[in-house]
Antibody, heavy 120, light 108 residues
Framework: QVQLQQWGAGLLKPSETLSLTCGVS????????WSWIRQPPGQGPEWIGE???????TYNSSLKSRVSISVDRTQDQFSLRLTSVTAADTAVYYC??????????????WGQGTLVTVSS | DIVLTQSPGTLSLSPGGRATLSCRAS???????LAWYQQKPGRAPRLLVY???RRATGVPDRFSGSGSGTDFTLTITRLEPEDFAVYYC?????????FGQGTKVEIK
């Protein structure tokens, strides 16, 4: 069974860069898309972007100017960078696997989540 | 962006009861790309239903999804204590992928 383990700094000051990494184990890394999703306190989740094992990434246009997602195929890891953070970026950040079958696409496995707080 | 509006915001029910959760999309989405998730406090969302009506592996058959076009429903029959949680719908049809704001199912 695939497992996603994420890590990174949880407390940032305004204007700093958020950096998180997600490691994948127990399953194939290639052949899937891998996503970052965030959830502000008390709100629904928000999709940030996704990347495949070849490094092709797509992003939510609301964050596109500040976000980048990269992949390290040698380590079965993918990473998120979000620049110039503000208090509005405070949220629990999740990594997730995108399952795409003959019929459907959905997030079938999730990391444990990282609370990122932006405060001066 | 496609907006998913979930109703009601909170559902107060007793164990053994039946929950009917609604998810309405701001435009037509392909049923294949509508999913439901359950989330408990401090935990990541858990996939329940994908393709509008297909139960994920290991999900009890008291959970069922239905709907098409702009209107989708998650039904939970015979509520168990572990079913009290927040439920989100999500669409993967048109980028950006979006989630609803959630329905909380609480113990009455």
């Amino acid at each position: 069974q695939v497992q996603l383990q994420q890590w990174g700094a949880g407390l940032l000051k305004p204007s700093e860069t958020l950096s998180l990494t997600c490691g994948v184990s127990g399953g194939s890394f290639s052949g899937y898309y891998w996503s970052w999703i965030r959830q502000p306190p008390g709100q629904g989740p928000e999709w940030i972007g996704e990347i495949n094992h070849s490094g092709i990434a797509t992003y939510n246009s609301s964050l596109k100017s500040r976000v980048s997602i990269s992949v390290d195929r040698t380590q079965d890891q993918f990473s998120l960078r979000l620049t110039s953070v503000t208090a509005a970026d405070t949220a629990v950040y999740y990594c997730a696997r995108v399952a795409t079958t003959s019929c459907c696409s959905y997030f079938d496995s999730w990391g444990q989540g990282t609370l990122v707080t932006v405060s001066s | 962006d496609i907006v998913l509006t979930q109703s009601p915001g909170t559902l107060s029910l007793s164990p053994g009861g039946r929950a009917t959760l609604s998810c309405r999309a701001s435009q037509t989405i392909t049923s294949n790309y509508l999913a439901w998730y359950q989330q408990k406090p401090g935990r990541a969302p858990r996939l329940l239903v994908y393709g509008a009506s297909r139960r994920a592996t290991g999900v009890p058959d008291r959970f069922s999804g239905s709907g098409s076009g702009t209107d989708f429903t998650l039904t939970i029959t015979r509520l168990e204590p572990e079913d009290f949680a927040v439920y989100y719908c999500q669409q993967y049809d048109i980028s950006p992928q979006t989630f609803g704001q959630g329905t909380k199912v609480e113990i009455k």
